[in-house]
């Protein structure tokens, strides 16, 4: 392997442990959320779309962990179009998939009602994800301003 290659290699391997970092942290956050927002007392709207928002941001930062050589703004399409088909399968309705969806998993991952303000929702949380990829990504000011 040539000095760059490798130097690119690590690089690609550094910003997969990040993203995976981060997506820890979003589901730890998404998870919270939606055990502990109503006994906390927060607003339906919060717990429901805030759920919703870091559900996206985590899609977005796994599909960037499976496609690191890819942009921000390709794995945002991405992720937008995996959130659309997610959000649009809640309108199929077939015996094993409802069943599914009833379990704690299936509703997590794929959710049970179909909203399009779920679509507004992951937008902004994959908007979100690609603001903290990038910002992860960002030596320190401090290392800036040594080279």
Not at 12 to 20: D, E, G, K, M, P
Not at 39 to 52: D, E, H, N, R
Not at 115 to 122: D, E, G, H, T
Request: proline share 4%; with cysteine.
């Amino acid at each position: 392997m040539h000095g760059t290659q490798l130097v690119n290699t690590i690089a690609l391997q550094r910003r997969s442990l990040i993203r995976v970092a981060l997506a820890l942290v979003v589901m730890i956050c998404g998870l919270s959320l939606r055990w502990y927002g109503f006994p906390l007392g927060l607003p339906t709207f919060v717990v429901k779309y805030g759920g919703s928002l870091l559900w996206a941001t985590m899609v977005f930062l796994l599909v960037g962990v499976l496609l690191p050589r890819l942009t921000r703004s390709q794995l945002a399409a991405i992720a937008m179009a995996i959130a659309v088909v997610v959000e649009f399968s809640r309108l199929v309705h077939v015996p094993w998939l409802d069943a599914f969806r009833l379990t704690t998993a299936g509703a997590l991952l794929l959710g049970r009602i179909f909203s399009l303000w779920n679509v507004v929702a992951y937008a902004v949380g994959i908007a979100f994800g690609v603001w903290i990829d990038q910002l992860a990504a960002t030596p320190p000011v401090s290392a800036q301003s040594a080279n």
